[in-house]
């Protein structure tokens, strides 16, 4: 398999950032205010997804999951009418206290790689290394954070996951 070029911006998004294991307390949290929030806008929303990175020097597979930071994110089809999102909010609070985390961003990720992974997650460093090879191979190297766009519930037994790396190409040694 090899990965895809593709270009991807602006989208409007509902975005929720934490630290934290994916699937621990915190990241639960996040991802049921922002469900809670986009059900109560009612304007629909695009899978779940992550942006992910540490701010260590090791690699990052290499870093203790709890120190994983990371944006989710739920895309919406169009940038909610001024003063909805805090009227959603204010809707929502008292079923999800953590909306307050909740805000509206604006995501243009430019030039990109994807690959879609399919199988557990902890089989994407698999699927991550075939798109590093890529990049070395063509020049480029990473340009933001890892995105991973869920395609499946997270309980599904056979998961399938894009994942996408935004990318630039490498500074030209003479």
């Known amino acids: 398999m090899t990965p895809a070029r593709t270009t991807h911006g602006p989208v409007t998004c509902l975005s929720v950032t934490g630290i934290g294991a994916p699937g621990g307390h915190e990241h639960r949290t996040a991802t049921a205010a922002l469900f809670t929030l986009a059900a109560t ?7 779940l997804q992550g942006q992910w990175w540490v701010e260590d020097d090791r690699p990052p597979l290499t870093v203790p999951r709890d120190q994983w930071r990371w944006h989710l994110l739920l895309t919406l089809p169009a940038t909610p009418e001024p003063g909805a999102l805090e009227h959603a909010r204010e809707t929502a609070r008292p079923a999800q206290a953590a909306v307050d985390r909740v805000r509206q961003a604006t995501l243009t990720e430019g030039d990109c790689l994807e690959m879609l992974h399919e199988g557990p997650y902890s089989d994407e460093p698999r699927t991550l290394a075939l798109m590093d090879a890529y990049m070395s191979e063509h020049g480029l190297l990473g340009n933001g954070p890892h995105h991973e766009i869920y395609l499946t519930p997270p309980d599904d037994p056979h998961p399938r996951t894009l994942l996408r790396q ?3 190409p490498a500074p030209q040694h003479p």
């Open 166 to 168: 935004p990318v630039r």
């Open 41 to 47: 806008l009612g304007t629909g929303h695009g899978p």
